[in-house]
């Protein structure tokens, strides 16, 4: 594996899934793969969970760390080539991304969309050309269109945890105060779509008209408008909030409560709830479900080691080739 960018980038979802359980039953048996081998994680939007799971997984491999929050201590970067650098960029992508690549053997990049132009965001620029001019294994961190840590999380989650040979997963649009990426739902779609594929998952998105997604994530899933209707025995929730991909970046007034509450949660079949966090409670998810039996909220975040480090011990194996 020389990039970790979306589900793409996997054949077999169970045999990762597998793979990351393996590891985390026996998280310092790889300890060798990382000896004298640096990660490099370059930030330039904040980080909670991607940054201190990807460490940890880095350093149970044996790994050394490096960290640049670029936003706050890296210099304005300019990706677009044929310009005269004369205004706000100092460094161009070209020059840092191949630096980088000569302090480190892999690394990482996160970045959001500027949730203002749909075509440059959706192009990926950023990620693909750090990917080009750095010249080491990439994974992502989250970029504009995609999280693919978190997702591969999500399914290792779900897997680990159903009750049922093939669980029902829903999707749900949740409110939330300001306009969002749809890196997450996009993300949890593609690799849920995938996994319906290869007949581990049903799966169902439910959100209020005019919050649809680019089909290029949503192929093969179940798309309903009313929550209640899509909830009917679902063993899995998945909530999450994201603006209009349509009218790019829009948010619009919805009908109707689509907050989840453990009233909803009777129209499941019990199902566990989950959310990549941070979460705004009882605006996002109600306290009730949150600090309740049925959220996995935390155990789904424990869960992000587990998603970095099968991934970078790939990386890994593939650089001792």
């Excluded at 004369?86 to 990049?109: K, Q, S």
């Excluded at 192009?123 to 010249?135: A, D, H, M, S, Y």
């Excluded at 309740?292 to 970095?308: M, Q, T, Y």
């Amino acid at each position: 594996m020389n990039k970790f960018f979306s589900v793409a980038d996997i054949d077999n979802l169970d045999s990762i899934v597998q793979e990351a359980l393996l590891i985390k039953a026996n998280p310092y048996n790889w300890r060798e793969l990382g000896k004298n081998k640096t990660l490099g994680l370059v930030f330039l939007n904040p980080s909670l969970r991607t940054r201190m799971s990807t460490q940890k997984a880095a350093m149970s491999l044996g790994m050394d760390v490096m960290v640049i929050n670029m936003d706050k201590e890296g210099w304005a970067l300019e990706t677009q080539d044929g310009v005269i650098m004369n205004g706000t960029t100092v460094e161009h992508i070209r020059e840092a991304a191949a630096v980088m690549g000569e302090y480190c053997d892999i690394l990482g990049l996160r970045s959001f969309p500027s949730l203002k132009d749909k075509v440059a965001d959706y192009t990926e620029e950023l990620f693909n050309k750090f990917v080009k001019f750095c010249g080491v294994p990439v994974v992502s961190l989250e970029s504009a269109t995609r999280h693919p840590l978190q997702s591969l999380t999500d399914l290792i989650t779900i897997i680990e945890h159903k009750k049922v040979a093939k669980p029902k997963v829903v999707l749900a649009w949740a409110p939330h105060v300001k306009a969002l990426p749809q890196a997450v739902p996009n993300s949890f779609s593609e690799w849920m779509c995938k996994a319906q594929e290869q007949d581990l998952v049903e799966f169902t998105i439910a959100h209020p008209k005019r919050y649809e997604l680019s089909d290029e994530f949503t192929t093969g899933a179940r798309i309903m408008n009313d929550l209640d209707d899509a909830l009917a025995e679902a063993d899995f929730v998945y909530v999450k909030n994201w603006s209009s991909y349509h009218d790019y970046g829009q948010v619009y007034p919805v009908e109707g409560d689509w907050l989840m509450t453990n009233d909803r949660l009777g129209l499941t079949n019990d199902a566990k709830v989950m959310h990549c966090l941070p979460v705004r409670r009882d605006l996002e998810l109600s306290s009730e479900i949150l600090d309740g039996p049925n959220s996995l909220v935390i155990k789904e975040a424990g869960n992000r080691v587990w998603a970095a480090q099968v991934v970078l011990k790939r990386m890994l194996e593939n650089l001792k080739k």
